[in-house]
Nanobody, 124 residues
Framework: QVQVVESGGGLVQAGDSLRLSCAVS????????VAWFRQAPGKEREFVAR????????AYDDSVKGRFTVSRDSAKNTVDLQMDSLKPQDTAVYYC?????????????????WGQGTQVTVSS
């Protein structure tokens, strides 16, 4: 059974950096995609970034492009989200999600495995 567990959230000021980590277990090697989503109060859960486990191909939402970087550490079985130049509008609960297959998808319904989420709060 695939499990994903997020860590690393917290309270920071605008302009600061924060690194989230997603520990992935139970998956088989090969075609596997891990993504980050976020959900602000009163808003829909939205796509942030994704990475294909095998080839590390990454994609980002326009709102975070150039500020966030997603990476995979196969030795640790983690997918990290480095968030720089944080803005108050980045405040949300951040979720790690995973699916088998490498077909590109920003749709949360494509992802079968979800973590419990970690809170990121950016003060102005």
């Amino acid at each position: 059974q695939v499990q994903v567990v997020e860590s690393g959230g917290g309270l920071v000021q605008a302009g600061d950096s924060l690194r989230l980590s997603c520990a992935v277990s139970g998956h088989t090697a090969g075609s596997f995609t891990v993504a980050w989503f976020r959900q602000a109060p009163g808003k829909e859960r939205e796509f942030v970034a994704r990475i294909v486990w095998a080839n590390q191909h990454a994609a980002y939402d326009d709102s975070v492009k150039g500020r966030f970087t997603v990476s995979r550490d196969s030795a640790k079985n983690t997918v990290d989200l480095q968030m720089d130049s944080l803005k108050p509008q980045d405040t949300a609960v951040y979720y790690c999600a995973a699916k088998y297959g490498i077909a590109s998808s920003d749709n949360r319904h494509s992802y079968n495995y979800w973590g419990q989420g970690t809170q990121v709060t950016v003060s102005s």
